[in-house]
Structures are given as C-alpha cells and as structure tokens.
C-alpha cells in the first residue's frame, strides 16, 4: 500500500511500483501535503489510469478531520519556503502534465482503506508513505491493531545529517504534521525510516532519462516523459543541479530491492514545539544511547544499483 501526497516525485515512485514486477501495489491513497487532498487525488488516479497496469490498486483518499487545516496551517508557519516545493512539483504537483477536474464518485476512507487492506491480508502488506503521516496517524486512532497486522511500514520522512528541505533542520513530510510523524515514528511496529540522506544519494541525469528511450506513442511512457522533464528542468531552474534525487523512489526500492541499503536500528523522536525546530527528526546516535531503539534507519545506499534498478523498471513503461 501506498499513501502519498502526489507531488512529481511521488508520482514517479508509484509508476515505477505498479510496473516493478516484485511488487503487488493492493491500495494507494491520496494526502494533503505538497498539494490538497482533492488534488492530491485526481493526480493519483490520472497517473494510474496512463499507467493502466494489469490489476488496478484499491483509491482512498485522506478524510482525517484537519487535513485541510493542516495544509492553511503550514503555509502560514514556511511562508515562502513553500514557494519551492511548488517549483519542484508545479501548481498542481504534477508539473507540465494537464489533470482532469472530475471528482472521485463517492471516495473511499483512506485510513478505512488502509485498515480494510490489513484484515483482509494480516501480516503481508508492506505500508510505504510518501507524504506526511497523517493518514497512517488516522488509521491507528481509528483501529488500534491497525499497526501490529501490517508486515512493515517504509516512512520516506525526516533527515539525519544532511539538514532538511523546508527548514534548514526539518525535512517535508515531517514538518507538514510533526505530531503525527511522532504519534506513528515512536508507535510500536516494524518501521523503516528512509530520510533525505538517503533520498539524495542518487541522482538521475537528463542522460539517463534519454537511455531509456520512452515511446511517445505509449500513455504511460508519455506521462513518465512528462514528469522526467518537468523534474530535470525545475531542479535545475530550482537548484542548479545537472540531474534530480531520486527521493521518493528510494522509498520504493527500499522494499522491492532491499540489498541496496545498508541500515541502523536506533531511537528516534520529532520535535514538536522548537520555534527553529520544528519538525527536526531527532536520534540518539550517541556512543552510549539511553534511547530504547524503535525504528531502523537506512543510512547508505547503492547509488549505481538504484540507477539501473530505475532504468530498468521504468523502462518496462515503454
């Protein structure tokens, strides 16, 4: 299962899960976050209709009573930080690519979704969020199990050395809801943390993107076109980068491809009240911690093996 908040990066991790042939992708729902609920969901069922795999993933889309508040909130708290991550995604999180105005007919519950998947598969189902964890916060207040029958979750969120991107120490989805990053990162279960360290290792050049010679003809190869376009441009426009991090992919390889990473089992806690703070992952990687450890953190990653993982997958959307 999926759970993202639908930005380019976002879009580019859950294409290349529903053509990775290692992955069974059961359900995906829409968060606010880079983008609101509502857009967040048309994008994802945009990109599932061009991607048009063979068994179509379950939609949900977030209804936790203060997602919209949530997104008002922090505008005002980043201010022109925000100005940014628009760049990076385009006004609707989905760059150059036109999404359609329809609403979902009667949407589903995204944290019922995701709690429904668990029953039906208890101890099978891999949870990997790309955007705030506010959903995942909902499911757990909703189902107290909901956790223990998930087989892991893989949390793209938060930062160790590397600073973050909203903030100069708090990474995106973190920041978006610090309380529900801290109500689900220190939640007994089986949890693995892929932050921003990791998400920049790789990175993906316009070389890159022109080996896999994407067919123009193909709806899926013309939207991955797309947004590899829109991503090279904007991070060099943006950033000044000859290429773009792969980010939220790793995410996905982190569980198609686990050999790729190299991990550390620590103590980890958000910071929720610090005026400079807020949002800041914060580990005990002392030499002595007094921190029980209650996640494993990914700390390296095979940037050349992640590469061709990607020119590999993403090249199966020809």
């Known amino acids: 299962m999926i759970d993202a908040d639908s930005g380019v990066s976002d879009a580019l991790a859950i ?63 980043v201010g022109d930080e925000l100005h940014i991550c628009r760049q990076l995604h385009g006004e609707e999180g989905f760059g150059d690519w036109p999404v359609g105005d329809a609403a979902l007919h009667h949407p589903r519950s995204a944290a019922k979704l995701l709690s429904e998947t668990t029953r ?16 995942v916060a909902h499911a757990q207040e909703l189902d107290p199990e909901f956790s223990a029958r998930l087989k892991g979750l893989v949390a793209f969120a938060g930062a ?20 529900a990053a801290r109500h689900v990162l220190r939640r007994p279960a089986t949890k693995t943390l892929v932050p921003l360290d990791v998400g920049r290792k790789a990175v993906l050049t316009f070389e890159n993107v022109q080996r896999l010679k994407l067919d123009d003809g193909e709806p899926c190869s013309r939207l991955l076109q797309s947004l590899l376009n829109f991503s090279l441009r904007a991070h060099h426009e943006t950033l000044g980068m000859e290429g773009m991090w792969l980010m939220d992919i790793a995410a996905i390889a982190a569980v198609s491809q686990p050999q790729f990473f190299t991990r550390q089992s620590v103590g980890v806690d ?31 990653a095979n940037s050349q093996g992640l590469l061709d993982y990607v020119s590999a997958i993403l090249g199966r959307g020809r």
Do not use: Y
């Not at 703070?277 to 990687?285: I, K, L, P, S, W």
């Open 160 to 179: 160790i050395h590397s600073g973050g991107d909203i903030s100069p120490v708090a990474e995106f989805n973190v920041a978006f809801n610090p309380e």
């Open 270 to 300: 958000v910071e929720t009240s610090g005026r400079l703070t807020r949002g800041m992952t914060v580990f005990d990687r002392r030499p002595r911690p007094s921190w029980r450890p209650n996640i494993d953190v990914l700390t390296d």
């Open 15 to 77: 294409a290349l899960a529903l053509v990775d042939p290692d992955l069974d992708v059961l359900a995906v729902t829409a968060s606010g976050g880079r983008v609101s609920v509502q857009q967040a969901a048309r994008n994802l069922m945009t990109l599932i209709e061009a991607v048009d795999p063979p068994k179509w993933p379950r939609l949900g889309v977030a209804d936790s009573p203060d997602c919209e508040f949530e997104q008002a909130r922090f505008s005002e708290q």
């Open 120 to 135: 039906e598969h208890p101890g099978e189902v891999t949870l990997i969020t790309l955007g705030p964890l506010t959903t």
